[in-house]
């Protein structure tokens, strides 16, 4: 008799309907030994104010400028942008394979909090809406000029980011060379209208896109492009909060992960038919097995396609079964 597939034994694809592409699933893997690089745990004693940090309220940054006193979120232009707005013209060049176009725009930071032993996670709902609202104002006022305002989260040294203080960064650009890029594609492809609410309402695996690249990643749909205050901010301060608490709980650590929301493009584009896309957030995590060893994207996921060793209903159950009380919490109850 033939053995029976079951999808967390047997290695097998799942097909991305967002992408239109494949991903191989090779959960069984998950049972093999691990001797590979093993990464420190998270810092957790992070001073709430230090001086010497630049993003704390007060203090001074490479430029020279120094930090209001802010009591919530706080905006600045990147002291060390990729992008600038006044950047010149490359040459066209004069072959159709070696060709150049200009990249424009500004880089922002955004601070959420003033103290610096804080996250995501361990803010109120209160002080979470106020990060979505600030979300919101940058998208509306920057993206009546720009074509593609970029808003993501690098958070822990592991993605990343260089500083512990909890913030983000916007990058603007004037234009896309070519809105079919990859963001296009995947996120607004209208070959395929309302996928993007379809996706999700027909799988029972809320934080667990079917057929996710990243072992642990999460995919919440919202609307078309970030909009300013009202009361669908208060259900998505809610959503983030309880995921962040569950990512953090699961290896009780302060979970690393980029983070990022796609939405429809704006500028030219405002007055364009974007009914078709789905804002959305993306967070992609590299941890897997424990709070020391990363999953490492090499060798056959950068040379022939996405393999993940977690299916996501494993993915999904084990995030489910998590509490929703932060665990830094839970422990300075008990101590």
Known sequence: MAEKFQPSEHQHLRYNPLRDDWVLVSAHRMRRPWQGQVEKPPQEDIPRCDPGNPLCPGAKRANGQVNPHYESTFVFDNNFPALQPDAPEPDAGDHPLFRAASAR??????????????????????????VIDKWSEIAVELGASYSWVQIFENKGAMMGCSNPHPH????????????????????????????????????????GPDAAEAPLRAWHPHAARIRPAGSREEGLASIMKRLLTKYDNLFQISFPYSMGWHGAPTGTYLDADCSHWQLHAHYYPPLLRSATVRKFMVGYEMLAQAQRDLTPEQAAERLRNLPEEHYQLKHRETS
């Open 168 to 207: 983000c960064q916007g990058k603007l650009h004037w234009k896309l060379p070519s809105l079919e890029s990859d963001v296009h594609r995947l996120a607004s492809d209208s070959r395929v209208p309302g996928l993007g609410q379809q996706f999700p309402a027909q799988r029972s695996l809320p934080g």
């Open 105 to 130: 725009g500004v880089c922002k930071v955004m601070c959420f909090h003033p103290w610096s032993d804080m996250t995501l996670p361990l803010m109120s709902l209160a002080e979470i809406r106020s």
